[in-house]
């Protein structure tokens, strides 16, 4: 076997060397393995380049969807920028109103306070007036009875009582008001109890209680009654002060 391979050899180089077409017949049929060869690896080559370019087109795509959604959020992004701008101007539009409704009402309760301020000072005006006025009818009128008493505001450390005076007799105590209901009955007693726990120095043997009022509510005057308090007015005795002195003459036999 040996010798067949190396006869066979030793033939073709011979051939190779004496037969020009044989050579030319070796030589192109060497180039056409080459090809086939080179062939195969331009194909393979090819199909890694195919699959490399068909993996940069998915990539691509894959970018392409990407950047659509960046763009979708982006215009998302630009909308509720938009509504956000819009809900500011109208938040902004709603300050200034309320601004310029506070600046009114601001305004109003300025001129409001204004107004109050001048009516508490009329108010306080008309009171001292009234106060002033109560102690001189209510010493004249016990003039008219021949009862002689200085009448004053007393001052105590826990209450003032617009009304009072004394004589060695008698003691008046009382409030005056421009109006007024039961309770400044309730008050015109309490300052009397007072008195009579804490300074009974200040009473005397006969108590006159009394109101000097201009607007008094209805029930207030039948109240006064039943409690013997003085209650009237420069033009008018509602509770007249010749019952209240009556009783209390009556009340001492």
């Given at each position: 076997m040996r010798e067949l391979s190396a006869r066979i050899k030793k033939e073709m180089i011979k051939l190779?060397?004496?037969?020009?077409?044989?050579?030319?017949?070796?030589?192109?049929?060497?180039?056409?393995?080459?090809i086939s060869k080179g062939i195969d690896r331009i194909e393979e080559e090819q199909r890694r380049l195919r699959e490399d370019f068909n993996k940069m087109l998915q990539e691509?795509?894959?970018?392409?969807?990407d950047f659509n959604k960046m763009l979708q959020e982006q215009e998302a992004m630009r909308e509720e920028q938009r509504r956000l701008r819009e809900d500011f101007n109208v938040l902004s539009q709603e300050q200034r109103r309320l601004r310029e409704d506070f600046?009114?009402?601001?305004?109003?309760?300025?001129?409001?306070?204004?107004?109050?301020?001048?009516?508490?000072k009329t108010v306080e005006k008309m009171t001292i007036d009234i106060e002033d006025e109560a102690r001189s009818f209510v010493r004249h009128k016990l003039m008219e009875r021949g009862?002689?008493?200085?009448?004053?505001?007393?001052?105590?450390?826990?209450?003032?009582?617009?009304?009072?005076?004394?004589?060695?007799e008698y003691c008046v105590i009382g409030e005056a008001s421009?109006?007024?209901?039961?309770?400044?009955?309730d008050e015109i007693v309490e300052k009397y109890e007072l008195l009579a726990r804490k300074y009974p120095?200040?009473?005397?043997?006969?108590?006159?209680?009394?109101?000097?009022?201009?607007?008094?509510?209805?029930e207030l005057i039948k109240e006064a009654e039943k409690r013997n308090i003085?209650?009237?007015?420069?033009?008018?005795?509602?509770?007249?002060?010749?019952?209240?002195l009556k009783r209390l003459r009556e009340e001492k036999t």
């Open positions: 190779l060397k004496e037969d020009e077409e044989f050579r030319y017949t070796i030589a192109g049929l060497m180039g056409i393995q080459d691509q795509r894959r970018l392409r969807e600046n009114k009402m601001l305004k109003a309760f300025q001129q409001m306070d204004k107004r109050l301020t001048r009516i508490e009862i002689s008493v200085d009448v004053d505001v007393l001052k105590l450390p826990e209450a003032e009582i617009n009304i009072y005076g004394a004589n060695k421009i109006r007024a209901g039961l309770k400044i009955l120095n200040y009473l005397r043997e006969k108590i006159i209680l009394v109101l000097y009022v201009l607007i008094p509510v209805p003085w209650v009237f007015k420069a033009t008018k005795e509602y509770v007249p002060l010749d019952k209240v």
